[in-house]
């Protein structure tokens, strides 16, 4: 068989572009209680506002304890660069019997206390007013299958906010609207911290960075461009332009003013972005976490804060009052007892039963300074650090210096080995600080619910020209007074803005109220806030997120006709309809459907009906709300339902790419073929050795890097019969892709999933781990709850899963982990898992086998081998690797990752992924049945052309039969297809890349 492997076109990239812009400088600390004076003096020039990227230092409690650890000089290190270590104290921990001691990391450089400016005054005016420019909220998100949570866009046409929760295919959804998220500065998630709530947030941080990032070195090429042309001339050679041009560049984006991102919340934010540590790493995007563990209104300590109206938070656009909301269950869930401390600074201290408060704000603190430098850091992977061979932490790369002081690597015998190894000078990569965190300190589960109020600022009144001229100001001065600043008139008058504009407008606003359950409704309904006059003024409408018949609830109920005088929109999953919310990718589901409709199912979705299966309506007292409501704020309030995202008809979508006579003739003949009772029966001959051949392939995601509006990232479910149901890598919302797919018949699928393979520590391949494992959780502790679920990785995914459990208990205790690879000390290794007779019949597997792959650092393939004789061969992310071809020799199928094109191997080679040709070589070389292909890059909307020899071989002799009965196909979303079927399935390749063809025309 000869195959040809070329993409028939370019496809449409599925990642909008955002334009380049400079990010405004901003402050933003908390206000002052006491507004500052409402006259500024006379003006002079404005000056530059000071910069985003100031925080107060890093200082040690005054209860901290002093340790051996103070005493001791720093190494001077890029790690240790001075202030790089601000304080070593004490910290009791509350489920591990040692106190630990806890080296806390200063902020990186941009950490430095903000000047008062000159001229007297706050950094942001404590009397803002805004100006005319258009200001609305709109519903970006609604419950739904694709979205499982609430996002609303806060839009001002200098900066967009976000409010609610940021789940798992948010920025999926966006994509598909066309949201940029450029603007995107301030993230104010609702809600207790959870995975329900901030899933999708460190997808959204990293894309976020990505765009910043190229923006920032688009603006600095464009700059060093125009100054090129300014400058003709004889220059340099290409060769130095090329070099010159891009050492400006980088100098010119290290120059430019940082865009920050902030992101507020409720307890155990800074843990929740730390977990993360092992595998982000940004610079460029300095991230802010707000984190609100105590109420800013309530509490015997603070009688002032109780009676205060001013903001908890604000900058030029908003002001934003925290209303924490605690559950009347009262404590919280407390989580197995678990070690969680640094290996390196544990003493032999004992800890104490309860931890004290200072202690949870050192544990705060701690995680704060790491997630400082996840995003914003000063460290560099080509650092060298010197040190001597006995020394160095290994595994890693050793380079010593030759006679000439040229590096080189070092090559000769290493400690533990046979050999006598001479303690001699050596330099080694300074690791990423993340990594030399082993683990974090300890948090629990919080029953704290984030809602927020939020109003634009009054908008100053319109400006009167004609009472400034006769006041005798001077023209140039106009622009003061609309600035909030006096001048002088005729005879050195003092000309007030009062003077001149006309009466302020008040901002409308609005409120977010996140209530999980039932369990919140008495401490919101009794809110301060409700009663403050101040607060109230000019809220004009309540976006109520509501968990699971919180809404039905009668003292909700009451509150809401309570609060007649603002309007109330509810999204919940009792009252928002399940409806296609990414309709491309729905879309090219329906045409492929009309090709191949036994392997091509329509999402499941339903316009009429909820997530929990109940009939949408809209009561008296509120509306439903759904993805596209809008309401403009400014220049005048207004309710726009015209932009409400209508329900879309996936029929007509996909009417222009159905027209042509050719793909019906080819998906006729395809039908015809596959239904002759000859071919029927040469298929169950050639097929007869083939195990399991009802053994089903799902894939969920076919997509790479991040999602799009055709693809999710990473995720191929394996359902046999008779063993169980195994997940192959869970990109970020993995869970909503098996809802559309599976719809009433996902319970009994999360009932009986086996075990979980994470292949690598990439966002694409495992932030949709743990939606799924609480679901399958949720789903079996009331029906089988001696149920276990294996999950098997790289040590450092179970650590982060292990860590997050502080967060929420979403199931952990269940799991048995499966470690490949913790040490990863030697390149190529293999690492083997058999399964015992009782593991066997629990779990379906004789055994796991795994090796380790070129990609990034943990990176695994995988071969799962069952009783029957199937073997299944994953790749995960990688080049082509030897030692996979070894563990997966005489797979039945082979699932192979098939990034790039052939035409673009170097990029292949250059991020460490695999061309087509390079997957099916591999498919050969290890004698695999079938080989499917997926992970394909985001470019593609259309596959490569496959030429298989459609027909059946015969009479084929056993040693050629697996080449002979190879069949290759390529993946889809939502795509079911049955081992035995990959033949059927394969006759309808050439009418389905001819619809995809003509899609692309």
């Excluded at 205790?813 to 390149?827: A, T, V, W």
């Amino acid at each position: 068989m000869k195959s040809r492997h070329a993409v028939t076109g370019i496809l449409k990239e599925l990642r909008s572009s955002t334009r380049p812009r400079t990010a405004k400088a901003r402050h933003h600390q908390p206000p002052p209680r006491h507004p500052a004076p409402q006259h500024p003096p006379p003006p002079p020039p404005p000056l530059p506002r000071p910069s985003p990227h100031a925080a107060a230092p890093v200082t040690a409690p005054e209860s901290a304890s002093e340790s051996v650890f103070a005493r001791i000089p720093l190494p001077r290190t890029p790690l240790f660069e001075e202030p790089a270590a601000a304080v070593v104290w004490r910290v009791a921990l509350t489920r591990g019997r040692k106190t630990a001691r806890f080296l806390l990391l200063n902020r990186p450089k941009y950490a430095t206390p903000v000047a008062d400016p000159p001229y007297g005054g706050s950094p942001i005016s404590s009397r803002i007013l805004a100006t005319r420019m258009l200001n609305y909220v709109q519903i970006a998100t609604a419950p739904t299958a694709d979205t499982s949570g609430t996002t609303l866009l806060l839009h001002f046409d200098t900066q967009r906010y976000l409010f609610g929760h940021v789940a798992e295919g948010t920025q999926r959804a966006f994509v598909q609207r066309k949201i940029a998220i450029n603007k995107l500065e301030n993230i104010f998630v609702s809600g207790p911290v959870s995975w329900r709530s901030a899933g999708g947030l460190l997808g959204m941080v990293l894309t976020l960075a990505d765009v910043v990032t190229s923006s920032r070195e688009q603006t600095a090429v464009n700059k060093i461009a125009k100054q090129h042309k300014n400058k003709p001339g004889q220059g340099p050679t290409a060769a130095q332009t090329a070099a010159q041009t891009a050492a400006a560049v980088k100098a010119e984006v290290a120059a430019s003013a940082l865009h920050s991102l902030h992101v507020h919340a409720g307890k155990n934010l800074s843990h929740l972005l730390a977990t993360a540590r092992r595998f982000i790493f940004r610079r460029g995007l300095p991230l802010r976490p707000h984190e609100v563990r105590s109420d800013p209104r309530s509490g015997p300590h603070d009688a002032a804060a109780q009676l205060s109206s001013e903001p908890d938070w604000k900058d030029e656009n908003i002001k934003v009052w925290y209303m924490p909301v605690s559950s009347d269950q009262g404590g919280v869930e407390k989580a197995a007892s678990r070690k969680r401390s640094h290996d390196e600074f544990v003493d032999g201290a004992k800890a104490t039963s309860t931890a004290p408060r200072e202690d949870d704000d050192n544990s705060q603190q701690v995680a704060e300074a790491i997630v400082a430098h996840m995003f914003d850091s000063d460290w560099t992977p080509d650092a060298l650090v010197e040190t001597t061979l006995h020394r160095a932490k290994l595994p890693a790369k050793l380079f010593v210096r030759d006679k000439n002081g040229h590096l080189q690597s070092y090559r000769g015998p290493m400690p533990g080995g046979a050999q006598e190894v001479p303690d001699i000078p050596v330099l080694v990569r300074q690791p990423w600080p993340g990594a030399m965190i082993s683990k974090l300190p300890p948090s629990e589960p919080s029953k704290q619910s984030m809602c927020y109020i939020v109003k634009p600022h009054d908008r100053r009144g319109r400006f009167d020209p004609k009472a400034a001229e006769r006041l005798g100001v001077n023209k140039k001065d106009y622009r003061y007074l609309t600035q909030m600043q006096s001048v002088k008139g005729k005879d050195g008058m003092e000309v007030t803005p009062e003077m001149v504009l006309g009466e302020t407008v008040p901002g409308n606003g609005f409120a977010v109220i996140d209530l999980p359950n039932t369990s919140y409704i008495d401490a919101l309904v009794n809110r301060s806030e409700w009663a403050d006059g101040q607060i109230m003024k000019g809220v004009r409408d309540i976006f109520w997120l509501l968990g699971p018949g919180v809404v039905h609830d009668s003292r909700l109920q009451d509150f809401m006709k309570k609060m007649s005088s603002v309007k109330h929109i509810v999204t919940s999953a009792d009252t928002c309809p399940n409806m296609i919310a990414i309709e491309s990718a729905a879309t090219q589901a329906y045409k492929l459907r009309c090709i191949d409709a036994d392997r091509f199912p329509l999402p499941n979705h339903s316009n009429a009906r909820t997530l929990s299966g109940t009939a949408t309506a809209n009561e008296s007292t509120y509306q439903s709300g759904r993805a596209g409501k809008t309401i403009k704020l400014s220049p005048e309030y207004m309710h726009e339902d015209d932009k409400i995202v209508p329900f879309p008809n996936l029929k007509n979508l996909a009417r222009q790419d159905l027209d042509s006579d050719d793909i019906w003739k080819m998906a006729d003949q395809a039908k015809s073929k596959i239904s002759d009772p000859d071919f029927i029966a040469n298929v169950e001959k050639v097929e007869a050795d083939i195990p399991n051949r009802d053994a089903e392939i799902i894939s969920l995601g076919t997509g790479s890097a991040l999602p799009s509006k055709y693809r999710n990232v990473s995720a191929t479910l394996v359902r046999v019969p008779g063993y169980g149901n195994y997940l192959l890598d869970a990109g970020e919302n993995t869970l909503g892709q098996m809802r559309r797919v599976f719809g009433d018949e996902l319970p009994s699928v999360l009932r009986d999933l086996k075990v979980i393979w994470i292949s690598h520590l990439h966002a694409d391949h495992h932030l949709g781990t743990v939606s799924v494992i609480r679901a399958w959780h949720e789903e079996t502790i009331g029906s089988d709850p001696s149920a276990k679920l294996v999950v098997a990785s790289h040590g450092h995914m179970i650590d982060w899963l292990r860590e997050y459990a502080d967060v929420e208990d979403f199931g952990f205790e269940r799991l048995i982990p499966k470690i490949f690879g913790r040490h990863d000390s030697q390149p190529r290794n293999v690492e083997l898992r058999k399964f015992n007779s009782e593991e066997a019949k629990q779990f379906g597997l004789s055994q796991l086998e795994a090796c380790s792959v070129t990609h990034c650092f943990g990176a695994l393939a995988v071969a799962f081998t069952f009783p029957s004789g199937l073997k299944i061969a994953y790749s995960g992310d990688c080049r082509p690797s030897d030692a996979f071809v070894r563990i997966g020799q005489g797979a039945t199928l082979l699932i192979h990752e098939s990034t790039f094109d052939d035409e673009l191997q170097g990029d292949a080679i250059a991020k460490k992924h695999s061309t087509m040709s390079e997957a099916i070589d591999i498919g050969r070389r290890m004698g695999a049945r079938r080989i499917l292909l997926t992970h394909f890059s985001q470019r593609y909307q259309k596959v490569p052309n496959l030429e298989e020899d459609l027909e059946i071989p015969t009479n084929t002799h056993i040693k050629d039969k697996t080449r002979a009965d190879e069949v290759i196909l390529v993946a889809f979303d939502y795509m079911r297809l049955k081992l035995g079927d990959f033949r059927k399935a394969q006759a309808f390749l050439p009418a389905i890349q001819k619809l995809l063809e003509e899609a692309d025309q």
